[in-house]
């Protein structure tokens, strides 16, 4: 094979990988299911479902059961009364007298509350239903940040893997090349020197190369904590370079729109703002429509022998209750949930503007990237032919060994670089299309290139 053809395969293999090569798509699939920090987060949005319950319940009318036992004594008196009964007459200046002194007692009682006006529970049911809500969008974010995060750790395996690639190519190069001066050497066709700078040449790559593993082993165990993938593979993402780049101005609004984290931001705002209206107002009033029941039991001796005291009670209607004077805890309050307001405020401005310096940031990185990246395949294709002109000038005497080595390391480098470049592309568009609420699994697989 010539090495012509040997080049184009190795440009080949920058942007392709072989099959058996686990692909961005199928990482997330398994992140989902073993990703730990989407796992908490999964957690979270199960629990903030349920304040959508809490807030129906509310409303809902509370019955309680309450019972009691123990000990009790009793002493009632009553002088002056008048008192009637049938075939006796009537009698004043009558006096009444019980005592019960330890003697057993015992309450059974129910309690039935339906809620007619409330305003804090009004805001609690609001409150719940927000906290719900944000819920669900802090879950849709928690899933944008992992299919990020995994995209990350894919794409630093990929590049690597290419790292380890280049280095052994260049390794065996330089291997050959050492070999060939000590055989010219010998036949006093090339200095020793010449032999000592491939050999220090061939070392220094033998140490990158095992730094370069390294690397990838660790950014190996990386994804295979997140994705439970005993040995991951990864292969460069594809740089479309055909896909249109939409204005500044419309993912700007799109993350404006879209993007969970001022979503969340919103809510807050909201949630602040129900806050604050439950210290204003009708505060603290309340109308209930209450029922109770209740059977009350004290039995023993006393003073004048052995009693029993029996009470059975009944109610039903309105209770209403206004706070009349809280000692100035109500004002405080007030204020308290005011500031809070202008801290949420304030939090979503800042939020916003930290969004539009992200979307700038990207946008601008996908622009200068492709400059970048073309300067690079062109810089690729000049140290491809330098070195195949060196090759040829050494061969006829007119470059050293020397020259050849460093055109062999200039051509790893540019590799390198142009592997990198384009995989920052791609994170890039990744980065942008998260910040607009764009990111899912169709946009994965065609940075995989398994789209269609």
Same mark, same amino acid.
């Not at 057993?104 to 006006?117: C, D, G, K, M, N």
């Not at 023993?300 to 009693?307: L, N, T």
């Not at 062109?378 to 007119?398: E, I, M, P």
């Not at 990111?439 to 995989?448: C, I, K, Y």
């Given at each position: 094979?010539?090495?012509?053809?040997?080049?184009?395969?190795?440009?080949?293999?920058?942007?392709?990988?072989?099959?058996?090569?686990?692909?961005?798509?199928?990482?997330?699939?398994?992140?989902?299911?073993?990703?730990?920090?989407?796992?908490?987060?999964?957690?979270?949005?199960?629990?903030?479902?349920?304040?959508?319950?809490?807030?129906?319940?509310?409303?809902?009318?509370?019955?309680?059961?309450?019972?009691?036992?123990?000990?009790?004594?009793?002493?009632?008196?009553?002088?002056?009364?008048?008192?009637?009964?049938?075939?006796?007459?009537?009698?004043?200046?009558?006096?009444?007298?019980?005592?019960?002194?330890?003697?057993?007692?015992?309450?059974?009682?129910?309690?039935?509350?339906?809620?007619?006006?409330?305003?804090?529970?009004?805001?609690?049911?609001?409150?719940?239903?927000?906290?719900?809500?944000?819920?669900?969008?802090?879950?849709?974010?928690?899933?944008?940040?992992?299919?990020?995060?995994?995209?990350?750790?894919?794409?630093?395996?990929?590049?690597?893997?290419?790292?380890?690639?280049?280095?052994?190519?260049?390794?065996?190069?330089?291997?050959?090349?050492?070999?060939?001066?000590?055989?010219?050497?010998?036949?006093?066709?090339?200095?020793?020197?010449?032999?000592?700078?491939?050999?220090?040449?061939?070392? *220094?790559? !033998?140490?990158?190369? =095992?730094?370069?593993? &390294? /690397?990838? %082993?660790?950014?190996? $165990?990386?994804? #295979?904590?997140?994705?439970?993938?005993?040995?991951?593979?990864?292969?460069?993402?594809?740089?479309?370079?055909?896909?249109?780049?939409?204005?500044?101005?419309?993912?700007?609004?799109?993350?404006?729109?879209?993007?969970?984290?001022?979503?969340?931001?919103?809510?807050?705002?909201?949630?602040?703002?129900?806050?604050?209206?439950?210290?204003?107002?009708?505060?603290?009033?309340?109308?209930?429509?209450?029922?109770?029941?209740?059977?009350?039991?004290?039995?023993?001796?006393?003073?004048?022998?052995?009693?029993?005291?029996?009470?059975?009670?009944?109610?039903?209607?309105?209770?209403?209750?206004?706070?009349?004077?809280?000692?100035?805890?109500? *004002?405080? !309050?007030?204020?308290? =949930?005011?500031?809070? &307001? /202008?801290? %949420?405020?304030?939090? $979503?401005?800042? #939020?916003?503007?930290?969004?539009?310096?992200?979307?700038?940031?990207?946008?601008?990185?996908?622009?200068?990237?492709?400059?970048?990246?073309?300067?690079?395949?062109?810089?690729?294709?000049?140290?491809?032919?330098?070195?195949?002109?060196?090759?040829?000038?050494?061969?006829?005497?007119?470059?050293?060994?020397?020259?050849?080595?460093?055109?062999?390391?200039?051509?790893?480098?540019?590799?390198?670089?142009?592997?990198?470049?384009?995989?920052?592309?791609?994170?890039?568009?990744?980065?942008?299309?998260?910040?607009?609420?764009?990111?899912?699994?169709?946009?994965?697989?065609?940075?995989?290139?398994?789209?269609?």
């Amino acid at each position: 094979m010539s090495r012509s053809s040997l080049t184009l395969l190795a440009l080949a293999a920058l942007v392709c990988a072989p099959a058996s090569a686990t692909s961005l798509l199928d990482a997330w699939q398994a992140a989902q299911a073993h990703d730990r920090v989407l796992a908490v987060a999964r957690a979270e949005h199960a629990a903030a479902q349920t304040k959508r319950e809490q807030a129906s319940a509310l409303w809902r009318p509370l019955v309680s059961l309450s019972g009691g036992a123990g000990v009790a004594s009793s002493q009632t008196q009553m002088n002056g009364a008048q008192f009637t009964a049938p075939g006796m007459g009537t009698s004043s200046g009558v006096d009444f007298a019980t005592s019960i002194n330890g003697g057993a007692s015992a309450r059974l009682a129910i309690t039935a509350q339906q809620p007619l006006f409330d305003r804090s529970l009004e805001t609690n049911r609001e409150k719940l239903n927000l906290a719900a809500d944000m819920g669900v969008v802090a879950w849709h974010a928690a899933q944008q940040e992992a299919m990020l995060r995994t995209a990350e750790r894919y794409i630093a395996l990929a590049v690597a893997g290419e790292r380890v690639r280049v280095t052994r190519s260049q390794q065996d190069a330089v291997a050959r090349a050492a070999q060939e001066a000590h055989d010219r050497f010998k036949l006093g066709d090339l200095p020793v020197t010449d032999t000592h700078e491939a050999d220090a040449a061939l070392a *220094g790559l !033998q140490a990158q190369l =095992a730094a370069a593993e &390294l /690397e990838a %082993a660790v950014k190996r $165990q990386a994804l #295979a904590d997140s994705t439970a993938l005993p040995q991951p593979t990864a292969r460069l993402p594809v740089l479309r370079a055909d896909a249109a780049l939409q204005p500044i101005e419309f993912w700007l609004q799109a993350a404006e729109t879209r993007n969970p984290q001022l979503r969340l931001a919103s809510h807050a705002v909201e949630l602040a703002r129900q806050a604050l209206r439950q210290h204003q107002g009708l505060a603290g009033t309340s109308v209930n429509l209450v029922a109770q029941a209740g059977h009350d039991v004290l039995v023993g001796s006393g003073d004048f022998g052995r009693a029993s005291n029996r009470a059975t009670n009944a109610m039903v209607g309105v209770q209403v209750v206004i706070p009349l004077y809280t000692g100035g805890m109500r *004002g405080a !309050q007030e204020k308290e =949930a005011l500031h809070l &307001l /202008e801290k %949420a405020q304030a939090q $979503q401005d800042a #939020a916003r503007e930290q969004v539009a310096a992200q979307v700038r940031a990207a946008w601008l990185g996908l622009q200068a990237g492709k400059s970048r990246v073309a300067a690079l395949e062109q810089a690729l294709k000049a140290s491809h032919a330098r070195l195949d002109a060196t090759r040829v000038g050494q061969s006829v005497g007119d470059r050293t060994t020397l020259d050849v080595l460093n055109a062999e390391n200039e051509y790893a480098s540019a590799s390198l670089r142009l592997a990198e470049a384009r995989s920052a592309q791609v994170m890039n568009r990744l980065r942008l299309a998260a910040l607009a609420d764009e990111l899912d699994e169709a946009l994965l697989a065609q940075t995989s290139g398994s789209a269609p």
